[in-house]
């Protein structure tokens, strides 16, 4: 009998490790860098800081577009498309990462139903028109907004866009708390696992409500060994010298030529733009 217990806890250690790594292992990627898809592209091989300024620009321009101009729209989803071919990102992956907007879409359906105004009949339903271009505007210029925010954080690694950020003057205490962030998520889910682990070989398994106060019990835990551990962080960086910039890396010069590379994205946004502002005064 005795046997026979420790052969059966030894399975469950064995699932349970088996479990853990495969829940563990991330494509060579960290926590924070999931989002990332390595590839060799053109869009990949630009300076981080020049990426955010191309879809800043591309996104302010898409949102001044009037949402009466579709053919202004329709060329815009084009040339994200092509973008996002040249950057070889494959299009079920955008198509899933898209979804994070349907909650906005949801939202969007619901506002022509509410308003005051001229009214228009689609079938049964009776829709306000402002509504209907307000939430057609939220839909098409949120979905172009995410689908480039898409495009940045797929071909530009999270460290990459924080030194492109320092690099644009953002306040050098924002990047450090977003860099620690970044850094230290990882140290705190490897001992989010480990704690979880700890619950299951001892046999524990979350199954309704009567468990929550043991999860709340080791989220406190959880909350106070990553403070203890900045603690411990923040007195080993003084104790080396820190004294509230860290270290700045030497940043290469651009070219011209990347600098126009760069610059395409949103100069053809311009073009569309300037095109439908030219033809709809004719």
Known sequence: MPELVSNSLLVNQKRI????????HHHGHDVGERLYLHRHSLVHAL?????????????LLVVSTPVTQWPAFVAYFI????VVAITKIPFSLLFKRSLIEIPFIFFAILMPFFGSGEKIQ??????YREGLIAGSGIVVKGTLGVMT????????????????????KLPVLMVQIASFMLRYVNVVNDEMERMKVARESRGFEATGVKHWKVLATAAGALFIRSYERGERVHLSMLSRGYVGVLPHEEQPHVRFSVWITAVLYPLVALIIFVTQLIIGKM
């Not at 490790?17 to 563990?24: A, D, L, S, W, Y």
């Not at 040339?79 to 092509?82: P, R, V």
């Open 149 to 168: 925010a898409i495009i940045l954080s797929t071909s530009t690694t999270a460290r990459e866009i924080l030194r492109g950020l320092e690099r644009l």
């Open 79 to 82: 040339w994200l498309l092509t």
């Open 47 to 59: 300076p981080s800081h020049l990426k955010i300024i191309a879809a800043l620009a591309f996104i």
């Open 17 to 24: 490790t088996i479990k853990v790594e495969q829940e563990n």
């Open 122 to 127: 689609v079938g049964p339903f009776d829709l």
